[in-house]
């Protein structure tokens, strides 16, 4: 599964050399008992101590409650990671549009503190620079470069009014995000908006110069889409590339991730057709154990999707174990993971009570709001 975020580090090879870019195994192969676990006396999984970014964390005893974007230690599998929250005082990423005030900033929607990114393209607005295409972009500096891994994330909220119209002079498309390798051809991977079929959608453009439409969801406005890719960028066959929407594993695609060249940089915003959408909380992290930094942090915000296979990220609104089991809708079937000081914390309803008396002393009785929680269906019971 998909956001374990210590698990899937770096594993080791029957010869003992590291193996840092292996894609995760399907959710469904990932369900956990208690009784295997507490046959087995240690819980063989180790997860790294998580210290809070800025000021968006909580204290509750001895322990940190995490609400917000985690870093973790950067010396061991991450090099880089850029985030763009639009908040006062940051610095704005390099910009391509037509005029200065088509990219902006909104604090009326936004995904995580005070700020968003507001994006609008319209139709009679002039190619960028006279020849460079219809576009309304920000882009990062970072590039992704062969050989290696990276997790990306991104927020985006579509109006009602979104759909900005035609414009005649440019492809019948709308790309937001892009993965380019920097050649003057189409991104290698992409996200898109489908007004025809109310679609958005991820296209990967093969090396032969296909395009192969991965995955699509139905696109609703009003709502908030939390996106976050995880990707080995290679032109080899060990290749990956993973499409994660609210924090769950939705496609995978292995293979050939470089077609052209031997590094990727990203852009966002609105590539074609005339649009209008907010985007909040971009972020590029290297490293096999980034996609949990790259993930936007509301990942979940109501309980009652844990899925009911698999393992999945969730936001806890608060309360005792009884309102968290009754909220995840996994009556006692459900188990719960907290990571402080460098290992897990379980919690399971169909446990006895020994089993949980690590979580019990942890959180004496009131689980803090909006802590982050691992969370899985498939216990006992």
Known sequence: MSLLRRVLRTRQT???????????????????????VVAAGVL??????????????????????????????????????QRVSYEDGEEVPYSQA????????????????????????????????GNLGYRAEWQSDVYGQEGREYSYGASYYLPDDWNQGRNPKTFDDR????????????PTFSLHLDADRGRIFVRHREDNGNFDALWSTELKTDSWYDFAFRAYWSRGNDGFFQIYLDGRLQYQYNGRTLNDSNRIYTKWGIYGQPTKLIVDEVSIVEGADGLFDATPARVA?????VPKTGVALVRFSGGDN????????????????????????????????????RWNALFGGSIPENTLLIATCGGSG
């Not at 915000?301 to 999707?305: E, K, R, Y």
């Not at 996994?330 to 008396?357: H, I, Q, R």
């Open 301 to 305: 915000t109501l309980m009652d999707v």
């Open 14 to 36: 029957s010869s003992g050399s590291p193996v840092a870019h292996q894609p995760p195994q399907p959710r469904h192969s990932r369900g956990l008992q208690w009784p295997l």
């Open 322 to 357: 009884a309102d968290l089991v009754r909220s995840s809708g996994c009556s006692k079937s459900a188990m719960f993971w907290f990571t402080v000081g460098g290992e897990l914390v379980w919690y399971n309803a169909a446990a006895p009570d020994f089993v949980n008396a």
């Open 175 to 186: 790309i937001i995000f892009q993965f380019h390798e920097g050649n003057g051809k189409s």
């Open 44 to 81: 063989m999984v180790v997860i790294a101590s998580v210290a809070t970014q800025d000021d968006r964390a909580e204290a509750h005893t001895n322990f940190t409650t995490t609400v917000a974007w985690i870093t973790a230690d950067a010396s061991e599998l991450r090099l880089e990671h």
């Open 98 to 129: 037509p005029s200065d005030d088509r990219l902006g900033f909104t604090s009326s929607i936004v995904r995580e503190g005070s700020r968003a990114g507001t994006v609008l393209l319209l139709p009679d607005d002039p190619a960028y620079r």
